[in-house]
């Protein structure tokens, strides 16, 4: 275990910009990271808060998210906790390929591939309440776990 920020932040879009302010400044205070690898690290935090917020909002929770970022010898591991009742992300709905011409039709549907695409590793956890978004970005130079 490293160092450890948490941050707790109401269920709202508005509070999105400051999930992604802290932990984007705290992954930067390592410097063998790389300002590319912050902004995807930043864009799946986005992801993940984004997803936990509508989960909230269909659930008609008030309760803060979590954000819990371990800054650990070789990953920054973030985890986004929320209270809106969980899901399986197997069975979440699944919008057609990108380059698909239907995929116009969907509003939404690549946060999860996404989030999966810009870490290193992704874990979805249902929690007795929610659900617990684990995403993690290797050190350069240290092997890739998941």
Do not use: W
């Not at 709202?12 to 790389?34: C, G, H, K, Q, Y």
């Not at 399986?88 to 116009?104: G, K, N, Q, V």
């Not at 509003?107 to 979805?124: A, Q």
Request: charged letters at 30%; a negative charge.
């Amino acid at each position: 275990m490293g160092e450890i920020v948490e941050l707790e932040i109401p269920a709202r879009a508005d509070f999105i910009s400051l999930a992604r302010l802290v932990i984007s400044s705290a992954a930067a205070i390592e410097p063998t990271f790389s300002d590319a690898r912050i902004d995807d690290l930043r864009l799946a935090v986005s992801e993940a808060c984004t997803n936990a917020i509508e989960s909230h909002a269909s659930a008609g929770h008030a309760e803060r998210i979590v954000l819990r970022c371990d800054l650990a010898e070789d990953r920054i591991e973030v985890e986004v906790t929320d209270h809106g009742g969980g899901f399986d992300p197997e069975d979440a709905d699944s919008a057609p390929d990108a380059e698909h011409p239907e995929r116009l039709l969907y509003e939404s549907g690549l946060g999860i591939p996404l989030m999966k695409v810009l870490v290193d590793e992704t874990e979805f956890e249902l929690t007795s309440s929610g659900t617990k978004v684990r995403l993690v970005v290797v050190r350069p130079g240290h092997q890739e776990t998941g």
